[in-house]
């Protein structure tokens, strides 16, 4: 089954794409590679319309909660792409809920 994530896209090809693989590469344990969550998780985001997603403590190498920070943008001339950039992560309490 493929998602239709509306044209939502993370932003490719730059630091902050290199960085959110190194980052979710670093902190989350899943034999899943990354690529292949992506359109899971850009379709979540893109439907709930939140600019975030969270990674509870059972599944990160530090048993902390990790939550992935983005920034959304259109692009101009074309208002269904929406475009998320990466910012960061920060490390939850554990318990927290975001």
């Known amino acids: 089954m493929t998602l239709n994530v509306e044209g939502a896209e993370f932003d490719y090809h730059t630091e902050n794409s290199e960085k959110l693989t ?4 670093n902190f989350v344990l899943i034999d899943v590679p990354f690529f292949a969550l992506q359109d899971e ?3 979540l985001m893109n439907k709930r319309n939140i ?3 969270r990674i509870p403590s059972y599944m990160t190498v530090d048993s902390k909660d ?3 920070y983005f920034q959304l943008r259109t692009v ?3 208002d269904l792409l929406r475009i998320y950039r990466y910012l960061g992560m920060d490390l939850e309490k554990k318990g927290l809920n975001s």
């Open 22 to 25: 190194k980052d979710f590469l």
């Open 41 to 43: 998780l850009l379709y």
């Open 51 to 53: 600019t975030r997603f």
């Open 66 to 68: 990790h939550i992935f």
């Open 76 to 78: 101009e001339g074309n």
